[in-house]
Nanobody
Framework: QVHLVESGGGLVQPGESLRLSCVAS????????MIWYRQTLGKEREWVAT???????AYSDSAKGRFTISRDNPKNTWYLQMNSLKPEDTATYYC?????????WGQGTPVTVSS
């Protein structure tokens, strides 16, 4: 069993930065990809960024150039560095860890970008 806990969300002004964290516990040795998603009330879940087990990364068009996904292996922690935040980035952000068979989700961390 794998347990994910996100943190780092909060209220920031446009143009500011946040770093979200996703800490994994359990047997994560054979994970395939870690994905950050976001969702706002009443809207579809939106893919934000992906990092693979061999550190290949990919970003949505809205995240490209502003967000960076990374990981700290010894800490079993993944990060989403978000810079130049915009009001449209307001959402609850979720991390998802995918294995060959199973996928695990965190509980989400809310981000609000507002002046």
């Amino acid at each position: 069993q794998v347990h994910l806990v996100e943190s780092g969300g909060g209220l920031v002004q446009p143009g500011e930065s946040l770093r979200l964290s996703c800490v994994a516990s359990g047997n994560i040795f054979n994970f395939r990809t870690m994905i950050w998603y976001r969702q706002t009330l009443g809207k579809e879940r939106e893919w934000v960024a992906t990092i693979t087990s061999d550190d290949n990364t990919a970003y949505s068009d809205s995240a490209k150039g502003r967000f960076t996904i990374s990981r700290d292996n010894p800490k079993n922690t993944w990060y989403l560095q978000m810079n130049s935040l915009k009001p449209e980035d307001t959402a609850t952000y979720y991390c998802s860890l995918r294995f060959v068979i199973n996928t695990y989700w965190g509980q989400g961390t809310p981000v609000t970008v507002s002046s």
